[in-house]
């Protein structure tokens, strides 16, 4: 798994790419958890390059978006494709995070 | 090739080695060292011994010249025909030791014009003087060399060496000066002559302090022998005709330097025994003589010999003295080395308790030992902390063990579950991955006529999970017994699992009650992947997708619910992400699609059969790799009333 991250009109984006799942999931929380500490309050995960997500990939996301929303930021996801869009539909996890098609609308905060 | 060598004497052979080849360089160096000292001092003491030599046979001459001058003044002054000079004469040479005879040689003339009846001389003959008159021998003296000579060249001088005596055999010669009156044109008188014997200057060189080999000679002013330890030499041969009989040039050379009064200390082969040596050469003022010694080799190469000898016996004793102080010293290395060993080797047998040499000072080897010492004490503590860490990572296993062995105390696994049914067919495994998972699966009958089915994977794993999995089960069942439709459990269980879920767990669980008489089933889907129904004419599909998301997550969720019919033959399969994601080495998933082709091709087995060819399947396709998610299944088959 890989980590890049930017920002861009108030927001960080993360990028992930590679695989998310019970190995590296713990590895990305501490990574996000360093970058939002810095004061990122707003944060847009980029998954277009991620392969996979498990459970516990969606654990890690969850308790990311849970710490954020505790001191006002927010969580949003975009481009999700394949198996990770389908991991998403399946567990209904576009009930409890915005998603969006790309980072541009992620950004806008517009187009779901 | 040294290191099959031990320490000890390596270093034994290598010190003494080096000592060795240093001994042998001092003794070298010492060897041409005082080769050449001893060259120096012995050209040094040549010079001496010569100029020494030299000078005793100067002062000789000068008493000779001395006497012979005084006479002749003496002679010139009192010079009367009556004159009786020989008590003079006896007198002067009972004086003068070095002398053998003195005489007044008148010249033939003046005698027989003065009329002078005597040339008055004496001479020892043992202990006493005897008198004689030269004129009255008969002999013609004016054609002698000793005569001749001052009468021509009006000035003192001295004579070639001559044999005389009766034999031959005692060598002399004669300083001889010219006697002149005081005035008148045919001045000449006649001749003061000194005879010197030349058996002192013999053994003046025969005494001189020289080696074995070594002697000395004299040569007249052309060349002659006039002393040589070759006694058939003396006056018989001369260095040149030596020089043609042995057709040596480079005696030639030296004959002509030492004639031409030059002097000089060269090396040289003796010609009376052909041994190398050296030659000092000088000429003596007065009587154009010249002194030679020749100085052997052989007695100063013996001596630096003998030097060296002693330097190496000096040597080999110290030599000899290294070896037991070098034997000492690489014991004193080896020995605790050695000691260290052989504990080393107790110590790797896993005595740790065994002791250790004691070593004292601060050397090295001593702090090899302390080293060793503190990786020893080092090695207790770390063996202890070990089995401190294995007991407690047992005990932790084990509560672990318990954990799964409760978790999977809490599914189901009595099978056929319903004997007694003959309506349906229910099968269901659970194969948990290495760690404890979350998956959990359940099914209950509320009453004869609904049967409940659930299946569930909570995120994570290990004891988190395995709780999260105990709650979620519990609770279902409750309110499932309680009357709750599937979407009404859901919803309760989400809103329950949410409050107070710090850790963010979340359960996905999709649920389905069946009502057997009629074949109508309710279902509600937590974010779960949809289950298969296998018709019994062959096709096969997902259920149809319904509201819902996985649970615990945020309260309030809207969980919706959906029916199917099943007609008897139909079979509804449950599973969880163990089996669609199961991966092989490659990284490749299992699938929805081998799964369902799967299903599709064993639809004709029974619940346990399909579940057992799927399971096989999967682990066909993981070929080897470690299964990373639990992997949960549920068959249901429906047959209607029969």
Known sequence: MKIASYHEKGFLVIKVEGRMDIATSPEFEKNCA????????????DFSDLEYISSAGLRSILAIAKKLKSTGGSLSLCALTGLVKEVFDLSGFDNFLPIYTDAEHALAGDGK | MFHNISIRWRLFAFVLAAAGIILAVVIGYGYLEARELLEEELEAKAWQLSNATANKIVTVEKAVAKVAGGLAATVAVHSGPQTDYYPLLERLLAETEELSGIAIAWDPGYRQRGGIAVSPAVHREGNRIERSDLSASGANYTVTDWYALPRNLLRPSWSEPYATGSGGDSLMVTYS??????????????VVKCDVSLEWL???????PLEKNGYAFLLSRNGTYVAHPQNNFILKENIFSRAE????ALLRKLGREMVKGRSGFIRYDSIVSDEKG???YQPIPSTGWVLGVFFPQEAMSAKVAELSRKEAAIGLLGFLLLLPVM????????RPLLQLDKAARILATGDLDAPLPELRG?????????????????LKVHLAMLEQT??????????????RDIQMGLVPKTFPPFPSRRDFELFAVMTPARQVGGDLYDFFMPDDDHLCIAIGDVSGKGVPAALFMAVTRTMLRAFLHNGDSPGEALRHLNDDLAQNNDYCMFVTVFCLVVHLPSGTCRFANGGHNLPCIIRAGGDICFLPKTQGAALGVMEGLQVAENEIVLAPGDTVFLYTDGVTEAMNLQGELFGDNRMTAELSRQRALSCTGLLGAVTEAVAAHADGAEQSDDITMVAFRYFGQR
């Open chain 2, 278 to 280: 050296w030659l000092l």
């Open chain 2, 362 to 378: 601060k050397n090295e080897v001593a702090r090899l030992a302390d080293s060793f010492t503190t990786m020893r004490d080092e």
């Open chain 1, 34 to 45: 360093a970058l939002t500490e810095q004061g990122n309050q707003n944060v847009v995960l």
């Open chain 2, 245 to 248: 009989e042995q057709d040596n």
């Open chain 2, 327 to 334: 034997l000492l010293i690489a014991r004193s290395i080896t």
């Open chain 2, 202 to 208: 013999r053994e003046l060189l025969m005494a001189l």
């Open chain 2, 390 to 403: 294995a007991a407690n990572r047992e005990r932790i296993e084990s509560e672990l063990r318990i954990a």
């Open chain 2, 177 to 190: 000066v010219p006697l002149s009156a005081k005035t008148g044109n045919n001045s000449f008188l006649g």
